[in-house]
């Protein structure tokens, strides 16, 4: 029998709602504890120099065991 870890960290897919994501959550037996919102930059050429533009959000769930 494995083993589950006692946390897990849980991404927001592309595509996918956080309603589907909090689904997906419990079907795996974790209760989600934390949300987290990471920023995705990108580097972007303006001018011939090169700068960091945010471009989207990540979310992030963190879950533990149930």
Same mark, same amino acid.
């Given at each position: 029998?494995? $083993? $589950?870890? $006692? %946390?897990k =960290?849980f +991404?927001?897919? #592309?595509? +996918?709602?956080?309603?589907?994501c ?11 504890? =934390? =949300?987290? #919102? +990471?920023? /995705?930059?990108k #580097? /972007?050429? $303006?001018?011939? %120099? /090169? +700068? ?5 959000? %990540?979310?992030?769930? #963190?879950? =533990?065991?149930?």
């Amino acid at each position: 029998m494995e $083993k $589950k870890p $006692k %946390k897990k =960290r849980f +991404e927001v897919q #592309e595509g +996918e709602s956080i309603s589907d994501c909090l689904k997906r959550i419990e079907h795996e037996g974790y209760t989600p504890v =934390r =949300r987290m #919102e +990471e920023p /995705v930059f990108k #580097e /972007v050429k $303006k001018n011939g %120099k /090169v +700068e960091i533009e945010h471009c989207s959000q %990540k979310i992030v769930f #963190e879950g =533990r065991m149930m």
